[in-house]
């Protein structure tokens, strides 16, 4: 970044524009707001002056003759930022900050990029340049829109490669009165956006893991097939408890995802970090949540059930096909069963199943006995322009089995599977198999998805 460093890093975050020339010390601002006044200053080291100024000046002539770099990110080796750049940029910057949204927002003289994190949006930066135009021409090819059609709404997607990841995006355009807006959502590899709503869950769900998520300890274990969108789940919980009064580590295998403000951990034997000793190390580290990759044999099981027993909230997950057989599971690996009941408080399975394109999607009455359907009405896939082959992104399906007391009773060496689903169901679980037959009730995935969940692992 070539312009004045100080203005560049303030832009970068605040709506504001330069008032003087880099000295980074008058702003001028549409709406005076003391929090960006503070945090300005907290970041500038100094104290600045900060004025409202009128969109005339903000956006208009007087700063592009004071400072004609200052609104545009040079590239490092001098050359003017192009539409291919910025937007490259813009998804790296939001996929590494997991933003869900990037807005693009056209005004009379030049245009805004807001971002959506934690389900706010924040101006990330404000540009009054023309490259606006190249910047929607530019994303609406790779999402194959109609770049002539300005007026009526558009939608389509496109998948942007960065570095080893490939991250799917959403867009949509539309026409305000001074140009078109863009929207562009981003799918993390599997689909999935890093909200409960987003992965898939529905309210009750959602309701029922605010609750575990707001509990000071116990151990909430995601279980599913490789690819069932676990991870996402785990990522979305730590969103959700990502605040600056918690202290949360994780230790993965990979890090995925990097979390401003979570320490994440990657194992690495050559270096000596394994999930155990990691977690060793971890637990000296005086942390409230805890969030472990894997639990893959009974040391890592013992240290997580441990943890959290002595007051910490701690994710992981667990490669077995539902809730009920997960509890099972670690007391196969040899964990002494007191530890687990004393020490797990929830197990969540999860698959994922394709959605059907709404676009070309057709009804079918049905007959079924696995999904206990009766003649009733479900859809199957077509294919379309739009979707290619009937289906349009991913969503994630979960049975939440939560272990209270009359669980926690039940769990001995002897333990059988059937009575712990029995109990589970009693007490209000929902298994996969029911949700998914309400998924294709919903008309949301085909019979074809569904049964391929089920039969996965
Ligand atoms: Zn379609």
Not at 64 to 79: D, M, V
Not at 235 to 263: A, H, K, S, W
Not at 408 to 415: A, C, P, T, V, Y
Request: charged residues 25%.
């Amino acid at each position: 970044m070539k312009s004045s460093g100080i203005d560049s890093k303030v832009f970068k975050t605040f709506p504001v524009c330069s008032l003087d020339n880099g000295e980074g010390i008058r702003f001028g601002i549409l709406k005076y707001s003391h929090t960006v006044k503070d945090d300005m200053e907290f970041l500038l080291g100094h104290s600045i002056e900060l004025v409202e100024v009128s969109e005339k000046i903000f956006f208009g002539e007087e700063a592009r003759k004071e400072e004609p770099s200052s609104l545009f990110e040079e590239r490092e080796n001098g050359e003017e930022e192009t539409a291919v750049h910025l937007l490259e940029h813009l998804i790296e910057y939001a996929a590494e900050n997991l933003c869900s949204d990037i807005h693009i927002e056209p005004f009379q003289k030049g245009f805004r990029i807001r971002m959506r994190k934690n389900g706010s949006l924040f101006v990330y930066r404000q540009y009054n340049s023309s490259l606006l135009s190249e910047l929607i021409a530019r994303i609406k090819i790779l999402s194959s829109l109609d770049i002539s059609e300005k007026r009526k709404p558009q939608d389509g997607r496109f998948t942007q490669n960065l570095k080893n990841k490939k991250i799917d995006i959403r867009v949509s355009s539309i026409s305000t009165i001074v140009g078109e807006k863009i929207v562009l959502r981003l799918l993390d590899p599997l689909g999935l956006e890093y909200s409960m709503e987003g992965i898939g869950m529905n309210e009750k769900q959602r309701t029922l893991m605010e609750l575990l998520l707001k509990q000071p300890q116990g151990l909430i274990l995601v279980a599913g097939p490789t690819g069932s969108g676990k991870t996402s789940t785990l990522y979305t919980f730590l969103q959700q408890l990502n605040t600056e009064e918690r202290n949360i580590i994780t230790i993965e295998d990979p890090v995925e995802f990097q979390i401003p403000g979570v320490n994440q951990i990657q194992v690495n034997p050559k270096a000596g970090i394994t999930f155990e000793n990691g977690l060793k190390s971890m637990l000296r580290q005086d942390p409230e949540v805890l969030m472990i990759g894997e639990i893959r044999n009974a040391e890592t099981a013992e240290i997580a059930l441990r943890s959290s027993i002595t007051g910490h909230l701690v994710t992981s997950t667990i490669h077995t096909s539902d809730s009920p057989s997960s509890i099972i599971r670690l007391l196969d690996m040899g964990v002494e069963p007191y530890m687990v009941s004393a020490g797990i408080t929830a197990v969540i399975s999860q698959r994922l199943v394709r959605v059907l394109c709404p676009k070309c999607k057709t009804e079918e009455k049905t007959n079924d006995s696995i999904f206990a359907l009766d003649n009733q009405t479900i859809y199957k896939k077509v294919g379309c322009q739009h979707c290619k082959d009937g289906y349009v992104g991913r969503k994630a399906v979960f049975e939440i089995l939560i272990v209270n007391d009359k669980i926690r009773s039940m769990i001995h060496k002897d333990l059988q599977l059937d009575a712990i689903r029995k109990q589970g169901e009693r007490m209000g679980m929902v298994s996969l198999k029911e949700n998914l037959r309400e998924l294709l009730l919903q008309g949301e995935t085909s019979l074809e998805e569904a049964y391929r969940a089920i039969t996965t692992l």
